[in-house]
């Protein structure tokens, strides 16, 4: 199972607000030319935000503004909330007309890493008023979607999760109606390589795939407000699904990094020994699985601990072996599938059989001599 895969489950936060049919719909929120100005702060914030708790994986996209349709655009992509081991990473675009992108420098959007809480609000709320200029959209992943996909059968990780996201998100723009002519794409790992993917998949657009894309480009730096102000807006409001937790459990999780002090510990006193963990963890995290092993009294059937422990202790390595045993199982199947129906062929002429059962409907000699036949006597 891929992003793509789950579209149809996606929570759509509004409704109104998905890729629309009518692309020149405009929001009917009014936005002042001036995007600095107090009269923005004042106006108040229409819901963008998913519910909570986020149990599964939400997308929002705003209405697309007129301009995003006749003018050619500039989108920047970004993400946040990739490395930590609770709560969603949410995937975030941003853009509007390439005329435009003044509008951004003057909000002073930069990275979300170097603002701190109050001025990440501020600009979002900003774009969120711009509404006849800007558009944005946002695909915030759950982290029990990451974890089911991760830890599947067929390796599904964070690469190509990330790949997968950006491209639906553009696609989701482009079909919603906007005139998009350059992408702009934060990245961590190959840019080339993955600047090529982009510009194969979408061979009308062009596109720029940097790192450090969120202190480069206004609309990178936007499209980073959006995604850590979201994630945010889950995390700080985060209400736990589980009814004996939520009765004793304080959310001072730290900033969820697995390197931070204060997220292991809260780990650690989040962990029920039987229950294991709440589900705002990511499980598919090294740091969450190896607490679950030590700390969790229930540690899978008898006979899984057996077969660990009769594979040195590494019951993924088991695995591993045992689905590479089945593959060459297949594979020789296959290769020998002629050679089975070649003998078919030699035993009926053998026996003087026609048709049907070569063993079921004969005597006792026959299945002797069937017995015989295979074992080459």
């Not at 106006?43 to 963008?48: A, E, I, Y």
């Not at 995003?68 to 675009?93: F, K, S, T």
């Not at 759950?142 to 974890?147: K, P, V, W, Y």
């Amino acid at each position: 199972m891929t992003v793509s895969d789950t579209h149809s489950s996606l929570v759509i936060v509004d409704q109104h607000a998905g890729p629309a049919e009518d692309s020149t719909h405009v929001s009917s929120q009014e936005a002042t030319t001036d995007p600095s100005s107090k009269e923005d702060e004042d106006q108040p914030m229409p819901n963008v935000f998913p519910a909570i708790p986020m149990i599964r994986s939400a997308l929002y996209l705003t209405p697309v503004p007129a301009a995003c349709v006749n003018e050619p655009c500039i989108m920047g992509i970004d993400e946040a909330g990739r490395g930590p081991v609770l709560g969603p990473m949410v995937y975030a675009v941003c853009y509007l007309p390439a005329e435009n992108e003044q509008v951004l420098r003057d909000m002073k959007v930069d990275d979300s890493k170097v603002l701190n809480e109050e001025q990440r609000d501020t600009r979002f709320h900003k774009i969120v008023a711009a509404s006849d200029q800007i558009g944005f959209a946002y695909n915030a992943l759950s982290q029990q979607d990451l974890s089911e996909w991760m830890l599947q059968r067929t390796k599904y990780n964070l690469n190509a999760i990330a790949h997968d996201t950006t491209m639906d998100l553009i696609q989701r723009v482009i079909r919603a109606g906007v005139r998009l002519s350059h992408v702009y794409v934060d990245t961590v790992g190959q840019c080339e390589s993955y600047q090529r993917k982009l510009e194969q998949r979408f061979p009308g657009v062009g596109f720029t795939v940097a790192k450090k894309a969120d202190s480069l480009y206004p609309t990178v730096s936007a499209a980073s407000i959006v995604a850590k102000v979201v994630r945010d807006h889950v995390l700080s409001n985060w209400q736990f699904s589980e009814t004996a937790v939520a009765e004793h459990l304080d959310t001072d999780w730290g900033s969820g990094y697995p390197s931070d002090p204060n997220t292991v510990a809260w780990l650690k006193r989040s962990l029920d020994p039987v229950f294991g963990f709440p589900g705002i963890i990511r499980f598919s995290w090294s740091t969450a699985e190896n607490l679950l092993k030590e700390k969790v009294l229930v540690d899978g059937w008898p006979a899984d601990r057996e077969a660990e422990a009769a594979n040195g202790g590494n019951l993924t390595k088991m695995l591993k072996r045992k689905r590479a045993q089945q593959q060459q199982a297949a594979e020789a199947a296959e290769h020998d599938a002629p050679k089975v129906v070649q003998g078919q062929s030699e035993l009926r002429e053998k026996l003087g059989v026609t048709s049907g059962s070569l063993v079921g409907g004969s005597s006792d000699g026959e299945e002797k001599s069937v017995r015989d036949w295979l074992m080459g006597e």
